[in-house]
Structures are given as structure tokens and as C-alpha cells.
């Protein structure tokens, strides 16, 4: 049999967990390619390589040119490219994963399909923003009262720790420049946020707008699970950023977020917080430690039992 042309895929022993990878990488005015196996970006002032299977995210902005080769490296490596706007705080689009298995997508789809559950799992959510308190027997509106007390709470005790005025979340996204230093500095650290936890969303196979507290998006349960770190994250980012007055808001506080979360235990977090939301009843999803590390494996659904295996011809001798 010929070889299949092209280059080889990256083989799986040399593949990094979501959870032990680089967050995110911004990368804007430069050419993106491939070199082996590493990621190549080159601007006027040199080229820098990136290992591919060590990267969450890696955030394309204005003035990228990335070549076809690169977008295969990174899906063989499981990492998720994401288009965004200038200083990365706008989301156009994102690359596949390489998720094999699709258990937690289904357990995602069972969850948020039941009202039950679904009020179970959005309650758990919320016991995590909460520590200490109890969630049990809350409704929705209860959830979301209590929510934004906290967070009015929270921007409160940051304007005081920073000494930075605040009167409100007020932005436009279609005119970043156009709000005040502490609210530009909320859209680029959201922003950051968003773009690694929905790559990790993505490696894990599940669907990133099938949300449990957020609704009718396509990032719906991006925002459910980058709402769980806001508060211990971007909130105070922000506010320190506002408090420093530097020249570029956007980009001092993508890199303070990176920098935050260079100790790699925040996609540990992530992965965890999102097995642990994604149980059924008293069982926790049975999930690989990584999506790409399952076999290729395609089942049939048979409403009378369990699946069955898939590339077989069954027939009258079944």
C-alpha cells in the first residue's frame, strides 16, 4: 500500500494532557507555519518556535497568515486555534479538537436535557463560586440574585483595595478603546479567560453551547465554567491593571492572566471542575485522562440495549 502523503501525525506518546499544557498564546502581525513539529511564528525581528502538543490555546489575531500545515500540527496535537480581534478580546471562530471519544458530550447532552439535572448541575456551579454556602433548594432566580450581590460585592472591595473608580460593567464591544481603563481591563482578562477554558472544553469533547446556567449562545457553557475563576482571576487582574495606568490595557492584562496561570495548575482546574460538574447522579463520568489518548472506536445505538460495534454487516445471520 502507498504511503499517505504529507507529513506523519504527531505520534500520541509525545501528546501533552489539557490539564498539564500552556494556557494560551497570543500571536498577532506575524506568519504562522510549521517547522517538524513545532509551531513557527515569524515576524520582522526573528522566529520563534512553539511545541505544539504543550499548547492549550493559541490565540490568532490581526495581521496572522497561518499556513495549512500549522492548523494540521496543531489538531494532531489536540490544541484549539482561536480567531480574535485586536488585543484578543473579541472571539471570531475556533478550530476542531481532537476529541475521540464523545461520553462526556453525551452526559453533557443528558444533564442539560432534564430540568432535574439540569437545575442540579447549575446549582453546583453556583456552591462554587459560593464556598461555604448552601446551595440546596435554590431555584434559578434565588441563584442569580445571589450572584450578582457577590460580584457587585466583589467589584466594591476591589475598587477600594485599588483605589480605582467604579460605577459599573459598562462596555461596547464593537468600541474597546471606548470604555474606562477597568472596564477595558474586564474585556481582555474575560476575554484571555475564555479563550482557554474553551479550548478545554473542546478537548474534552463536549459542546461548547450546551450551557447549564447560560443559554441561546454558542459559548454558552464556556461562560458557565469561566464563570466558576472570574472572581479569584479576572475581577482583581483587572482592577490592578486599571490601578497601574499603563498604555496598552489590553495587552498588560492578557499577559498578568498568563502569568497567572503559568503555575499549570489552573487547567488542572478546569478539566477537574468540568468531570466533577459532568457526573451523573452519584457516578463520576468514567472519562481517559485525555480525549485524544481513546482509540477510534464507533458504536451503533440499539434502543433495546446497549450499543453495538460499528464496521460490521449484520444482517439475517445476526
Given at each position: 500500500m502507498a504511503d499517505v502523503p504529507g507529513a506523519k501525525p504527531v505520534p500520541l506518546s509525545q501528546l501533552v494532557r489539557a490539564q498539564d499544557r500552556l494556557t494560551f498564546l497570543y500571536l498577532e502581525h506575524c506568519v504562522v507555519h510549521r517547522d517538524a513539529n513545532a509551531i513557527t511564528a515569524r515576524d520582522n525581528r526573528g522566529t520563534v518556535?512553539?511545541?505544539?502538543?504543550?499548547l492549550g490555546?493559541?490565540?490568532?489575531?490581526?495581521?496572522t497568515?497561518?499556513?495549512?500545515?500549522?492548523?494540521?500540527?496543531?489538531a494532531e496535537s489536540g490544541s484549539t486555534a482561536v480567531w480574535v480581534g485586536e488585543q484578543g478580546v473579541r472571539y471570531y471562530a475556533h478550530g476542531r479538537s481532537l476529541a475521540r471519544s464523545s461520553r462526556l458530550l453525551e452526559a453533557q447532552a443528558r444533564l442539560v436535557s432534564n430540568n432535574r439535572t439540569r437545575l442540579r448541575v447549575a446549582r453546583e456551579m453556583y456552591a462554587v463560586r459560593f464556598p461555604g454556602e448552601d446551595t440546596t433548594g435554590l431555584d434559578m432566580q434565588q441563584l442569580r440574585g445571589r450572584e450578582g450581590a457577590r460580584v457587585r460585592r466583589l467589584y466594591r472591595e476591589h475598587s477600594s483595595r485599588t483605589g480605582v473608580e467604579w460605577n459599573r460593567r459598562d462596555y461596547d464591544p464593537t468600541d474597546f478603546a471606548g470604555g474606562t481603563p477597568v472596564n477595558q481591563a474586564l474585556s481582555a482578562a474575560?476575554?484571555?479567560?475564555?479563550?482557554?477554558v474553551h479550548a478545554v472544553v473542546v478537548a474534552l469533547g463536549c459542546a461548547p453551547g450546551l450551557g447549564f446556567v447560560h443559554t441561546g449562545h454558542v459559548k454558552s457553557f464556556v461562560y458557565d465554567i469561566a464563570d466558576l475563576y472570574k472572581a479569584d482571576i479576572t475581577i482583581p487582574i483587572a482592577f490592578d491593571i486599571a490601578a497601574r495606568d499603563v498604555a496598552d490595557v489590553g495587552a498588560e492584562t492578557r499577559r498578568?492572566?498568563?502569568?497567572?496561570m503559568k503555575g499549570g495548575t489552573f487547567l488542572e482546574t478546569c478539566v477537574r471542575d468540568v468531570k466533577t460538574l459532568l457526573r451523573e447522579d452519584d457516578d463520576v463520568v468514567e472519562y481517559g485522562p485525555e480525549a485524544f489518548e481513546d482509540?477510534?472506536?464507533?458504536?451503533?445505538?440499539?434502543?433495546?440495549?446497549?450499543a453495538v460495534a460499528g464496521g460490521t454487516a449484520y444482517?439475517?445471520?445476526e
Open positions: 518556535h512553539i511545541p505544539a502538543a504543550t490555546a493559541l490565540l490568532l489575531g490581526p495581521g497568515t497561518v499556513s495549512q500545515q500549522a492548523m494540521v500540527l496543531l474575560n476575554t484571555s479567560l475564555y479563550g482557554v498578568a492572566v498568563r502569568d497567572h482509540p477510534d472506536v464507533v458504536m451503533l445505538w440499539d434502543y433495546k440495549g446497549p444482517g439475517d445471520d
